[in-house]
């Protein structure tokens, strides 16, 4: 599974990307980013209100309860405003 980081998710992880092999029990984008946190404090601390992170899988935004497949792109950003 490839992972991206965009913005200041970016930044207080510390990688742009890294490709994983999540545990076999983590089978939704909810169980996903529960996993990341348990990672470590880089992690844990942005990723802990998922008011200000979204989500897409394979390009296309999703729920906390998207199921995920091996091999999916997922991507995690702030929320994005226009103006």
Same mark, same amino acid.
């Given at each position: 599974?490839?992972?991206?980081?965009?913005? *200041? /998710?970016?930044? $207080?992880?510390?990688?742009?990307? #890294?490709? +994983?092999?999540?545990?076999?029990? &983590?089978?939704?984008?909810?169980?996903?980013?529960? *996993? /990341?946190?348990? $990672?470590?404090?880089?992690?844990? #601390?942005? +990723?802990?209100?998922?008011?200000? &992170?979204?989500?897409?899988?394979?390009?296309?935004?999703?729920?906390?309860?998207?199921?995920?497949?091996?091999?999916?792109?997922?991507?995690?950003?702030?929320? &994005?405003?226009?103006?």
């Amino acid at each position: 599974m490839k992972l991206l980081y965009f913005a *200041w /998710l970016r930044t $207080r992880i510390g990688t742009a990307e #890294e490709d +994983l092999d999540p545990p076999a029990d &983590v089978v939704t984008v909810a169980a996903l980013v529960d *996993w /990341l946190s348990s $990672r470590g404090p880089q992690f844990a #601390e942005p +990723l802990k209100n998922r008011k200000l &992170v979204r989500v897409a899988v394979n390009k296309e935004y999703v729920g906390w309860d998207h199921p995920l497949r091996p091999g999916d792109e997922v991507a995690l950003f702030p929320p &994005v405003t226009g103006g």
